[in-house]
Structures are given as structure tokens and as C-alpha cells.
């Protein structure tokens, strides 16, 4: 009997404790640092100041997410929750554009394409910062291997960006 109970205790434990990594509540506040833009060759090509705001609306299933850069360049978006259960929300950027996000863990993930670049996009919520990458690729510069003796096609397409912040709880 005592056997079962801790069996389906760890399951609830570990049925919430995924629910809340998948759930954007952990991640409302307040976030500034400083978005590095490398160049392709590993040097910074430019440093912008960053201020990331997320929070609840009236709607239960709305949040705010609004980036700040250099304090005069706002996208004021908002995050859709489709299923929190699953980690299934979306970025909407109020001009027709919906982007799908997914968390895996304490990780949001997306990958979008615009006129030809490949957009990597994640952040990364640790303890009381998130860490934001976001990296291009271009079709344009893709090159293809393989597709021989049973040995499939591969597309590989370089990065051509990468900028990263590290953005502190205030």
C-alpha cells in the first residue's frame, strides 16, 4: 500500500513540477542587460541595451512580452497560450505575424522563416536571468551532401548571425 502512495505521490510531484517549467507565470517580471551582435568572424560587431517585460493581461490566456532596445526601439507583442500543458504558445506580433513558441523545460524555442533567413530564436530562464540566443542561416548559402548508397540528402546552411544576451531579473 505504502508502495503505491509513493509511486503516485512522485507522479503528481512530477506531473507539476513539468506543468510549471511549461507555464509562462515563472517568467513574468521584469529583465535588462546588454544584446551582443556578432560578426561572422567571432568579433562583436555591435552592443545594444536590452529590457525584456513580461506579464498577465486581463485574459488568462494573454501575456505581455515586450523587448525595449537602446529604450526608443519597443515591440510590444503578446504570448498566446494555446496549451500549457503541452508547452504550446505563440508569439503574436499585433501585425499579422503569429510565430509558434514551444517550451521544453525552462527553455522557449522557435524557428521562423523570413524572406530566405532561417531564425533561431530561444530563452532561457536560470534562477532569476534569461538567456536570449537568437542565429540566422541563409538558403542562399546552403550546401547539400549525401543522397547516395542509401545515405540521405542533408541541407546545411551556416550560420550568419548570432546575438545573445544574458537579462537580469529586477
Known amino acids: 500500500m505504502n508502495k503505491h502512495f509513493c509511486f503516485l505521490l512522485i507522479g503528481i510531484i512530477s506531473f507539476l513540477s513539468v506543468h510549471a517549467q511549461h507555464h509562462i507565470k515563472s517568467w513574468a517580471g521584469k529583465y535588462s542587460g546588454e544584446l551582443v551582435i556578432y560578426k561572422p568572424d567571432g568579433g562583436v560587431a555591435q552592443t545594444v541595451s536590452m529590457v525584456l517585460e513580461i506579464g498577465p493581461t486581463a485574459d488568462s490566456t494573454i501575456w505581455t512580452w515586450k523587448t525595449t532596445y537602446n529604450k526608443n526601439d519597443v515591440r510590444d507583442y503578446e504570448v498566446l497560450i494555446k496549451d500549457a500543458s503541452k508547452g504550446k504558445y505563440v508569439l503574436d506580433e499585433k501585425n499579422g505575424i503569429l510565430i509558434d513558441l514551444r517550451f521544453f523545460g525552462n527553455k522557449i524555442l522557435s524557428c521562423f522563416d523570413v524572406e530566405g533567413y532561417l531564425i533561431y530564436d530561444s530563452h532561457t530562464l536560470v534562477g532569476n536571468e534569461i538567456i536570449?540566443?537568437?542565429?540566422?542561416?541563409?538558403?542562399?548559402?546552403?550546401?547539400?551532401?549525401?543522397?547516395?548508397?542509401?545515405?540521405?540528402?542533408?541541407?546545411?546552411?551556416?550560420?550568419?548571425?548570432y546575438q545573445r544576451a544574458v537579462l537580469k531579473r529586477l
Open 132 to 161: 536570449f540566443e537568437l542565429s540566422s542561416s541563409s538558403e542562399e548559402q546552403a550546401t547539400r551532401s549525401g543522397g547516395k548508397d542509401k545515405i540521405p540528402k542533408v541541407k546545411s546552411m551556416p550560420q550568419v548571425t
